[in-house]
Each structure stands twice: as structure tokens, then as C-alpha cells.
């Protein structure tokens, strides 16, 4: 092979190798680096006759850690009528979530969730 072809094969290798390497750059910068967890399946509070929670009405908001396998680890109660907290605890715990990722790989992340009585 000539010296003349050998630069242009390193040249156009070199081309090809830059071009893959903004592509790749380019399309990581394209996805959001956090992306929160997103509620799959919410369940309801139940505040049938005989719950202490009957007949009253309003918000919780409770702070679950959603876990990577989409399921609630720790769940406390951030805002709302105190009456409430025990249903919305209990509710909470059965939800469901796609999980949060970081840089595309699922994390641990915390959800406001709120649940209407």
C-alpha cells in the first residue's frame, strides 16, 4: 500500500472515529440526566364505615422513597389532616411506580404523592 493510501485510511478511520464520538455525545445530551418516578398503579385510601378516617375530608400529601424495582420503601405524611395520615400511609404503601433513573440507570428517589379523601 502506498503512502499516499495509507494516510487517506487513517484519515477517513479518524473521520468515522470523531463522527461516533459526537453522535454518541450528542445523543446522551438529548435524554434528561433525572427523571422522577411515575406513578403505575395508585391506590385509593379506604375509608369505609368502620375506619377512624369516615366521613372526613381533604388532602394528604405523603413522601414515599420509591424504591429501583418501582415498589415504596419509606412513606411519611408531609402535609394534611392528621385523622387522614393512617389511610394515606396504607394506601401509599401499595402504590406502584416506574422507577426514577439517573443517567439512564433506575434510583432510589423520593414522590410527593397525593391522596384525595
Known sequence: MSLKTRIFVIAVIAFC??????????SQAAKPPVVPPHPVKVVKP???????????HGEVVV???VLT???VGDATVDKGDPRLADAAL????????RPGTL???????NFDLKCQF
Open 63 to 65: 413522601i414515599v422513597d
Open 103 to 109: 443517567l439512564g440507570k433506575p434510583t432510589s428517589m
Open 69 to 71: 424495582d418501582g415498589t
Open 46 to 56: 379506604d375509608c369505609s364505615v368502620w375506619q377512624s378516617c369516615h366521613g372526613i
Open 17 to 26: 472515529s470523531s463522527v461516533t464520538l459526537v453522535n454518541r455525545v450528542h
Open 90 to 97: 396504607r394506601a401509599a404503601k401499595l402504590c406502584r411506580f
